[in-house]
């Protein structure tokens, strides 16, 4: 097979008009990929991208083509799919403010263009869910906000049109689904691109700990940083640790891998009701 793209986390492979997406265990902060795996990373976000792509495959399709038909030294941890024009935008989707957003907001009262209601704090609820896209920023780079207009611009109105309402409901359907299971879905960011019949077609990661932030319902209290079901211990150590946040980052303690392997698994288990 041919490597196409080795990105943070996956690595992509051709096979025919196939592509192989294969999920490793490393883990980045701060855009960085550190020195230590998270063992059975890569096969958690698989199945719960599987488990996800599933859920939703009446509201949007989807590049699965097999989770099985694959080589079997990525059993587990790859997908064989579609292989998509993919647009070149980062769809996210927001329903609470924090990160990125919430210092965008802070500045400029609008996230990605979007204006907001006066007086909202870290991690508050937003009147309603809104589509906060980004630039697929290269390797190395930070991905940028984009307006509705800059994104209009870039792909077209009609196709920013159905980006912003395919995000849209993507996020709801997924927030719903997750609050059910005591999950508060704060954001999500999807990759959408397009088969050679013309359809706008679901692909990459779907709902994961490492596109999404998920936080614990019952803890929930705007006005201060949440728990985050990903990767709070490690964000937590490196805040420790005194490290610059720039390449390369020191190997992360034993204590910190298995604290964090345990929130990948807990909510692998808590949204899709299965055991690991
Ligand atoms: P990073 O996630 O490290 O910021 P990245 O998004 O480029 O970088 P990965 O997520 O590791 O890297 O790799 C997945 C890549 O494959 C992405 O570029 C994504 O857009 C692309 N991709 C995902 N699904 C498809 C598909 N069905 N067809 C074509 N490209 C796809
Ligand atoms: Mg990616």
């Known amino acids: 097979m041919e490597l196409l793209h080795s990105g943070k986390v996956r690595d992509v492979y051709a096979e025919g008009d196939?592509?192989?997406?294969?999920?490793?265990?490393?883990?980045?902060v701060y855009d960085v990929v550190l020195p230590t795996p998270i063992?059975?990373?890569?096969?958690l976000l698989t199945a719960l991208s599987l488990w996800w792509f599933e859920q939703l495959a009446d509201l949007v399709p989807n590049h699965v083509i097999s989770a099985t038909d694959v080589?079997?030294?990525?059993?587990?941890?790859a997908i064989r799919c579609r292989r998509l024009e993919m647009v070149p935008v980062e769809c996210v989707a927001r329903g609470f403010l924090t990160g990125g957003g919430l210092k965008e907001y802070e500045s400029t009262g609008k996230v990605s263009g979007v204006e907001l209601p006066r007086g909202l704090?870290?991690?508050?609820i937003l009147p309603e869910p809104i589509?906060?896209?980004s630039t697929k920023a290269p390797v190395g780079e930070h991905d940028e906000?984009?307006?509705?207009?800059?994104?209009?611009?870039?792909?077209?109105?009609?196709?920013?049109?159905?980006?912003?309402?395919?995000?849209?409901?993507?996020?709801?359907?997924?927030?719903?689904?997750?609050?059910?299971?005591g999950i508060l879905v704060a954001d999500t960011k999807i990759e959408l691109g397009w088969a050679p019949d013309g359809t706008l077609v679901l692909g990459d990661e779907l709902l994961?700990?490492?596109?999404?932030?998920?936080?614990?319902a019952e803890s929930y209290q705007p006005g201060r940083?949440?728990?985050?079901?990903?990767?709070?211990?490690?964000?937590?150590?490196?805040?420790r640790s005194g490290w610059d946040k720039r390449h390369p980052a020191p190997e992360v303690p034993a204590d910190v891998v298995d604290a964090t392997r345990a929130r990948y698994v807990d909510v692998y288990e808590k949204l899709t009701g299965n055991r690991w």
């Open 145 to 181: 906000p984009m307006t509705f207009a800059e994104v209009a611009d870039k792909v077209g109105a009609q196709t920013a049109d159905r980006l912003r309402q395919v995000t849209i409901d993507v996020y709801c359907r997924g927030a719903e689904l997750a609050a059910d299971r």
């Open 18 to 28: 196939d592509l192989i997406l294969v999920a490793s265990d490393r883990i980045s």
């Open 131 to 133: 589509f906060t896209p």
């Open 208 to 216: 994961t700990p490492d596109s999404s932030r998920f936080w614990p």
């Open 71 to 77: 080589p079997p030294e990525f059993a587990g941890r």
């Open 39 to 43: 063992p059975d990373k890569g096969k």
């Open 225 to 239: 940083a949440q728990f985050s079901y990903d990767k709070q211990y490690v964000r937590d150590w490196a805040a």
């Open 121 to 124: 704090v870290e991690a508050s």
